[in-house]
């Protein structure tokens, strides 16, 4: 029982952990894993000419990644893993922008 046991552990390679390497190699969005191909009777691109992506676990598409990761997160509980932290520094830090400028005006107007 226990030499065969220990047998299959030496020869069989680990497929489990090797997929989950290969899968951190892709340099994509993550979500992508989480997207499907569109079907014949759905659009491709949404009003503005922009790509649409398609959930993979049922019909709900938006152009928008960030869209996308919400649905998944609220109705699949699937948490995209996101590696854009430059980018929504920028966004803050332009959001900041827009803030000081909204304050700026208000100050003027109240004057
Ligand atoms: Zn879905």
């Known amino acids: 029982m226990t ?28 979500i992508v894993n989480f997207t499907r191909v569109r079907e014949e009777h759905e659009l491709e691109k949404d009003k503005n000419g922009r790509l649409l992506f398609y959930c993979s676990s049922c019909s709900y598409s938006s152009s928008v990644t960030t869209n996308i990761r919400a649905h998944l997160k609220s109705k699949h509980e699937i948490d995209v893993e996101t590696r854009q932290n430059r980018t929504k520094h920028e966004a803050q830090n332009r959001l900041i922008e827009y803030w000081n400028q909204a304050m700026e005006d208000n100050e003027i107007d109240e004057i």
């Open 3 to 30: 030499s065969e046991l220990d047998s299959s552990i030496a020869s069989g390679p680990n497929l489990s952990v090797e997929s989950l390497t290969t899968k951190n190699r892709k340099k994509t969005s993550p």
